[in-house]
């Protein structure tokens, strides 16, 4: 599976303000980390689709997308709000509609990784359910 490592501003600027600011439908995303068993903080664009809510991956195979899979579980804070899941992983071929609501939703600020790695096999969706909290 491919990963675009994000542009320094992104991950030193945008990424840490994105987390503070919580606009644009940007919340926290805190998972723990596979090998350290350390929370990790990365800032996520939760998506809704027929009633169902969704992480996306517009970098690829990640740190966040590796953690989440291996944990099945996290958080995500917005607004002084913070929320236990579980997640399950979409199969490839249902990702379609989750990965256009997801453009849709981010927008320009995606656009290029999505043009780089246009196939959704390089794409981790997780499909973010609450009737099994994780924490």
């Known amino acids: ?37 350390v929370p ?34 996290g958080e995500l804070s917005r607004k002084g709000r913070t929320e236990g899941f579980h997640v399950i992983e979409v199969p490839v071929e249902q990702r379609g509609p989750v990965i256009a609501r997801y453009r849709a939703v981010a927008g320009r600020v995606v656009g290029s990784s999505f043009a780089k790695l246009p196939d959704a096999r390089d794409h981790p969706v997780f499909q973010i359910d609450q009737s099994n909290r994780g924490r």
Do not use: C
């Open 40 to 73: 990790h903080k990365v800032p996520v664009i939760p998506v809704e689709v027929d009633g169902s809510r969704y992480l996306v991956s517009p970098y690829g195979e990640s740190e966040w997308v590796r953690n989440l899979r291996t944990a099945g579980n």
């Open 1 to 37: 599976m491919a990963y675009l490592k994000p542009p320094a501003f992104t991950r030193r600027l945008a990424n840490p303000l994105a987390m503070r600011l919580n606009g644009r439908g940007v919340a926290t995303l805190t998972v723990v980390g596979r090998r350290t068993g």
